[in-house]
């Protein structure tokens, strides 16, 4: 960074040792969904005409790189009101279904939580939102080379249009505090991979990957994404500042948009009021009681593990199975068994809920993801081998119809 930039960032460091010893309620939750819209013709809808419906009301709605995307952030809540954060899902799933009937009167329009839009037709040009933060992007993005899975190439500029996904925002008591969780939940990515796999259906067709939205969004961002790029644990919240001063700049050179624009599967944000850790590595889940059951697996989990002082597994395995989580999900082969590990991590979780006085409502979603060897991605695909009749545009339609039924009813796939 330029000198100006260095005497912010060393203004920051300040700050972070002033707010040492701060004593912020722990695990606040926040949570973010992208979503994208399409209609019955499998056919990509402009989002902007539901987005200005929803501004203003209660609902925090908000644009996204591609044109037919949109998301939904929740104001945050204490661990103990998931109960009524699961009210809040509910009630937003029944009032954009109502918002999307009354601002597209004149054709059937379907909102799709799958982490990766299925639609055949959403890698054309002109599916970019016409915002500067989001034509910056594009234009460095249109300089990459094209990125490939299973044989097909597609522009890198265009992937994010297709690209959607669930954030966990999780506040940490104070700097230190909010370290040692980022740390911890590397140790859960590659379950986290396994469990939560939804975009297996992208763009018209079928992948072999377990989860090739993040295979797809790690090549169209070249490091700018991924497993965080950290040699070492986390000391303190100073260690990340310096990692983020050290990555190539791209399209800014302001700290903030920097951490903001780091899309890897976690980051730290440093707030005005707050210290936070955000999760990107989940896909979005298709109903609301799922989103829950992986904030009950993050949270018991981090509080065990924090309060035990669990140790810290090496980096450079957990970036190994988060690759063979990303390829292989269930069947993923590393140095250990990924079924033992995810079961041991979903016990510890408990036990942490546990010791937080919460019970659990959600968990055990996860528990039969696991028993059952499925994934939402694995369902989709499954019914995609049953429903297809040829017609790749109406069997999407047919997915993606089934999906937001159960997402209307919440009921989660197990």
């Known amino acids: 960074m330029n000198g100006a930039s260095e005497i912010k960032i060393q203004e920051l460091k300040e700050r972070v040792h002033q707010d040492a010893g701060r004593a912020d309620e722990n695990y606040r939750i926040g949570v973010e969904i992208e979503g994208c819209l399409l209609d019955n013709k499998s056919i990509p809808v402009n989002a902007e005409p539901l987005i200005k419906e929803l501004e203003g009301t209660i609902y925090e709605i908000d644009y996204e790189y591609g044109r037919c995307q949109f998301e939904y952030k929740t104001f945050p809540v204490g661990m103990d009101n998931l109960d009524y954060l699961n009210i809040v899902f509910e009630n937003f799933m029944e009032n954009l279904d109502k918002s999307i009937k009354k601002v597209y009167k004149e054709k059937e329009v379907i909102p799709v939580f799958l982490g990766a839009n299925p639609s055949p037709e959403i890698m054309k040009e002109g599916m970019i939102t016409d915002k500067p933060r989001y034509n910056k992007m594009a234009s460095w993005q249109n300089n990459l080379p094209n990125v490939e899975i299973d044989g097909n190439k597609f522009n890198a500029a265009h992937v994010a249009t297709a690209i959607q996904g669930y954030h966990l ?20 990515i590659p379950s986290a991979i396994v469990l939560g796999a939804n975009s297996r259906l ?62 890897d599967d976690a980051r730290i944000r440093i707030g005005t009021d707050s210290y936070r850790v955000e999760t990107r590595i989940m896909s979005v889940q298709p109903t609301p009681k799922s989103l829950l059951a992986m904030v ?75 028993e059952n060897r499925v994934s939402p991605g694995e369902y989709v695909a499954r019914i995609w081998s049953e429903k297809f009749n040829g017609s790749v545009n109406q069997t999407v339609y047919e997915i993606i119809s089934d999906i937001w039924q159960r997402t209307k009813e919440n009921q989660p796939i197990t």
């Open 169 to 188: 925002h999780l506040q940490g008591k104070n700097p230190k505090n909010t370290a040692i969780m980022f740390n911890h939940i590397l140790n859960i």
């Open 202 to 263: 992208f763009a018209g067709r079928v992948y072999s990957l377990h989860e090739p939205r993040i295979h797809l969004y790690d090549q169209s961002e070249q490091q700018n994404s991924g497993f965080p790029a950290v040699s070492r644990y986390l000391d303190g919240v100073e260690n990340y500042i310096e990692y983020i001063a050290s990555r190539e700049q791209n399209t800014t050179k302001d700290y903030f948009t920097l951490e903001k624009e780091r899309h």
């Open 296 to 370: 009950e697996f993050f949270i018991g989990y981090l509080s065990r593990a924090i309060h035990e002082e669990r140790e810290l597994r090496p980096l450079p395995t957990l970036r190994e199975e988060r690759m063979a989580s990303v390829r292989y999900g269930f069947n993923a082969k590393t140095h250990f068994n990924i079924i033992d590990i995810v079961r041991s991590q979903l016990d510890f979780a408990r036990k942490g809920l546990s010791d937080l006085g919460i019970n659990v409502g959600f968990l055990d979603i996860l528990d039969k993801r696991l």
